[in-house]
């Protein structure tokens, strides 16, 4: 089966509802850890990807790329969650708008761009609407 970008998008969206409920449901998001270690579990299989199409430049770019994400993850656990919303934000734009154009990721479905983008804004902006709500009032 093929799976279009818009399918991919609409599961990405579906996934990360999920995931935010189940972590909400559980308890998982009450520690802080929670949406930074998210952060950097997205950014991470775009490395298993790269491992998987066999390139070491793209394996390289790929762990940069992850870097960058993993260190805001923890900058958003030391500091501010708003970090983390931002980063799975930034990363889902990231997803759509510039890794395709920058890296060539032959062990990357062509769906999972679409995907990741979804999951990432979704997830983000649970976040976002998280912090807001539970923001204690002045």
Do not use: K, Q
Not at 29 to 41: C, E, H, S
Request: charged share 10%; with cysteine; glycine share 10%.
């Amino acid at each position: 089966m093929i799976v279009s970008a818009p399918m991919g998008a609409a599961v990405g969206i579906a996934a990360a509802v999920l995931t935010a409920l189940l972590g909400r449901i559980a308890g998982f998001d009450r520690d802080r850890a929670f949406y930074p270690t998210l952060l950097i579990v997205v950014a991470s299989y775009y490395v298993l990807f790269a491992a998987m199409g066999g390139s070491a430049r793209t394996l390289v770019v790929e762990l940069v790329v992850m870097g960058i994400f993993a260190a805001a993850a923890v900058a958003a656990f030391r500091g501010r969650l708003w970090i983390a919303a931002a980063g799975l934000v930034a990363h889902g734009t990231f997803d759509m708008l510039v890794h395709g154009r920058v890296v060539a990721n032959a062990g990357m479905p062509a769906w999972w761009p679409a995907f990741c983008a979804a999951y990432d804004v979704a997830a983000g902006l649970f976040l976002v609407w998280l912090l807001v709500r539970e923001r204690p009032s002045a």
